[in-house]
């Protein structure tokens, strides 16, 4: 009795850019979930067989795979390489890290979320559930003692300030604006936390976070926008006079 081959799923590589054909085929087979996560690839030799290309090839083209984050690489006697479950940190990570290597202005980054965050209320005044509402308000509350504080915490203040911005992200129920809020506060919260500093910022933020969230939960959108406005009215003054030091 032959021994049982396994499936092939590949075609032989294009010559000249087997590399790159191999990587693209094997992301093609991810994407359209012929390959899902937790899949084991086929074995090295039987890749060499697939595509028709030696080991050196296919190697190159597992670490392209790799570094897109598509495949792991698990070591021991059950090892090999596996289709990685794409998670939302990895994405948001990837985001932030590209717009920090971008050099993106503050002003820039500034105008940018000013615009998500006006979409982000509506759509999270409209679709936010009872328990989300109540995480929101609870949020306000622990934002509103920490300030008040006789040794506030500026570090606890910031992570408060960023747990906000998420959950409301959260509140619209569409995961997209959750990654992307998710990697804007990963790089550039350090801007926001500077509001906390100054004891004249840090009452006029928490003040209009209350406002804001007040004017959300009680699906008031024009109210909404001019309170979000206004927080990136306040930011842009903190930046311009931190940089003017």
Known sequence: MSDIQPKTIFKPAQVGRASEDIALQIESAIMSERLRPGDGLPSERELQNQFGTGRGVIREAIRALKQKGLIEIRKGQKGGAFVKQIEVKNISESLALFLKQSHVSPEKVAEFRESVDHQIAFFAMT?????????????????????????????????????????????????????????????FSSHDYALYENDDFCHDTVNNWKITVNHLLNQEPLKVQASISYHYQLLTQCINKNTSK
């Open 127 to 187: 679709r936010a559930t009872d328990t989300q509402k109540e995480r929101l308000s609870g949020l306000i509350e622990e934002l509103e003692k920490e300030a008040l504080s006789e040794n506030r915490d500026l570090h606890h203040l910031g992570e408060i300030d960023r747990a906000l911005n998420i959950h409301i992200a959260k509140m619209t129920n569409n995961p997209i604006f959750e990654w992307v809020m998710n990697a804007l506060q990963q790089g």
